[in-house]
């Protein structure tokens, strides 16, 4: 299994909406990320965890609340988000460095987030 | 901080041609990886190539090929035969070989369209 699954692939919220986007991956990563992708733009780092601890918070909005319950899982928690929030949101994995070092990330096809 | 410059935003090649994209960056370390992701329509980003920077030799994927000049700090893609299906935005990636997890930068990308 070589698949990040994401969840909702598409969700529209209103700027009231409490709503959570789901992201799972069994290849034995423990590294996984969220990215942030504006229409024709790179993805932005916004948080990474490892070994399920937060380690890098790209000094992202706390509308935005990151949660990694196992090694398999990593949600993003959304609430009172605003209209410039919408975009695609990547989720990634990767081993972490020092363990079977490739330097890769795995992608899953992204959720895209509508905010009215 | 590193960068990834991408100075071609569109290209265009025919079916069955050869095309090169081109990306620099620049870091002041010395053990990193690079990265062409692909990213179609359907959003998903997908590892096209990797390079690491040690490795002299450049990396080759089938019909995908690297020009890695280290000391210039480029690093560009050749596909061959191009095909239908390799539409799509084109990503380069830089990430650092240290501790802890990949933190990828992106360039802005170059979006290719391959006429039949």
């Known amino acids: 299994d070589t698949e990040v699954t994401q969840t909702p692939k598409h969700l529209v919220m209103g700027m009231t909406n409490k709503k959570s986007l789901k992201c799972e991956q069994h290849m034995g990563h423990r590294a996984m990320y969220w990215y942030k992708q504006k229409a024709k733009k790179p993805p932005e780092l916004m948080f990474v965890?490892?070994?399920?601890?937060?380690?890098i918070n790209e000094s992202v909005p706390s509308r935005f609340s990151p949660e990694c319950p196992n090694s398999s899982l990593l949600n993003l928690h959304l609430h009172a988000l605003q209209p410039e929030d919408s975009a695609l949101y990547l989720c990634?994995?990767?081993?972490?460095?020092?363990?079977?070092?490739?330097?890769?990330?795995?992608f899953g096809e992204g959720s895209r987030l509508t905010v009215l | 901080a590193q960068t990834v410059t991408q100075s071609q935003p569109e290209m265009s090649v025919q079916e069955a041609e050869t095309v090169t994209l081109s990306c620099t960056y620049d870091?002041?370390?010395?053990?990193?990886?690079l990265f062409w992701y692909k990213q179609p329509p359907s959003r998903q980003m997908i590892l096209v190539i990797r390079?690491?920077?040690?490795?002299?030799q450049n990396a080759t994927e089938n019909r995908f090929s690297v020009n890695f000049q280290k000391a210039a700090k480029s690093f560009s893609l050749k596909i061959s035969d191009s095909q239908l299906g390799d539409a799509a935005m084109y990503f380069c990636?830089?990430?650092?070989?240290?501790?802890?997890?990949?933190?990828?930068?992106f360039g802005k990308g170059t979006k290719l369209s391959v006429i039949p």
């Open positions: 990634a994995s990767s081993h972490p460095q020092g363990l079977l070092n490739t330097g890769e990330l795995f």
């Open positions: 390079q690491e920077a040690y490795k002299q």
């Open positions: 990636a830089y990430t650092d070989s240290g501790a802890g997890s990949y933190q990828l930068t």
């Open positions: 965890y490892s070994y399920e601890k937060l380690s």
């Open positions: 870091t002041s370390e010395s053990d990193y990886y």
